[in-house]
């Protein structure tokens, strides 16, 4: 049987995928490794996987298909995955030998015992190739530790701290009971696949191990400043599928620590949206910043509310000064957090 299946979305991945793949391969024939080549023209990123898939055919998969960008990958990889848990690594990231080992140890003790642990949190790490620095985000102060709990025993997060893919194995039955899709072609869905399943989490553990390692640098990269200003777009996009698709009343119902933290993550990306609408400027720009948070209020007043209590109301000041504190505070916490 397969205890974890990893799903590694590639588009002309060829310089750095190998060193992505060799990492995963420590978990040895316990694990599937899905390369999905997500139509890949520039390079020979395809020939790549296949020699993968040749050299180890019982661990390594590969799915050749159209472009349909990173969102498309991980719905494929949701889609075949054998394994009974499942983790997206990106081909510019990688993961900790150690820390996987320990990860591995962990499910199969799982197993063994009996239990079915929902979601597993790890640490993980920013690689910031621009000035060789590493910046490393834990939850010690969240989740309690080498226990199983739920959602009552959570601790609140700090300001800069938050949940990502990156920190999140899931168990593959509650992905597929959440029952979404990512949509094609569209980047940011990361916090699609984060947010959805949360509500029908009922236990997890904290792994306190730094497994993830985060690349940041690469100029086109979805997270560099100038790409998010040329595809806010599509990051509105995907902040929209979660707010229309958001009952925040229901999943107060299920868990108020669950509504607590999903308005929390909705809120972050409404601040980004604020930000970077503000370091535009343009009339056109601005005018859409206000008839954003109007929608909301026109949607839904109770949400509308809760937002406003989250970060995203701190960067929703009103006139030139209020965007001017708001790109500001971006600024001094991206240099404090080094999140992108």
């Not at 015992?113 to 790490?125: P, R």
């Not at 595809?231 to 868990?255: P, S």
């Not at 609408?277 to 909301?296: F, H, T, V």
Request: aromatic fraction near 12%.
């Amino acid at each position: 049987m397969k205890y974890i299946t990893f799903t590694v979305p590639c588009y002309n991945s060829a310089a750095y995928m190998r060193k992505c793949i060799d990492s995963l391969l420590v978990a040895g024939e316990d694990a599937e490794i899905i390369i999905v080549d997500d139509g890949s023209t520039k390079d020979n990123t395809g020939e790549i996987a296949d020699e993968y898939a040749e050299k180890y055919p019982s661990i390594v998969r590969v799915i050749h298909q159209e472009n349909g960008g990173h969102g498309s990958g991980v719905n494929q990889g949701m889609k075949n995955a054998t394994g009974l848990y499942f983790k997206v690594v990106d081909s510019d990231d990688w993961l900790n030998k150690e820390a996987l080992k320990k990860l591995m140890t962990l499910i199969k003790n799982f197993h063994a015992n009996g239990d079915e642990v929902d979601l597993i949190f790890c640490n993980y790490v920013y690689e910031h190739v621009e000035d060789n620095t590493t910046h490393r985000m834990h939850y010690k102060n969240v989740f309690p530790k080498d226990k199983i709990f739920t959602w009552k025993a959570m601790r609140s997060f700090r300001v800069g701290q938050y949940l990502m893919m990156h920190s999140m194995i899931h168990r593959t039955a509650i992905l597929r009971k959440a029952d979404f899709e990512l949509p094609k072609h569209t980047f940011y869905v990361d916090s699609i696949f984060m947010v959805k399943p949360l509500p029908l989490v009922k236990t997890m553990y904290y792994l306190n191990e730094d497994l993830y390692r985060y690349f940041i640098g690469r100029a086109d990269q979805s997270v560099n400043q100038e790409i998010m200003l040329k595809r806010i777009d599509q990051y509105i996009r995907v902040t929209d599928i979660l707010i229309d698709e958001y009952d925040y009343r229901a999943v107060r119902k299920i868990n108020r620590k669950i509504e607590k933290y999903m308005t929390r993550h909705i809120g972050i990306m409404l601040s980004i949206i604020s930000v970077l609408l503000a370091m535009d400027g343009s009339e056109e720009a601005i005018a859409r910043r206000k008839q954003y948070w109007k929608n909301i209020y026109a949607k839904d007043r109770g949400l509308y509310r809760e937002l406003r209590r989250t970060v995203a109301g701190l960067t929703d000041l009103p006139g030139r000064p209020g965007r001017a504190i708001a790109v500001k505070g971006y600024r001094v916490t991206k240099k404090i957090f080094k999140y992108n």
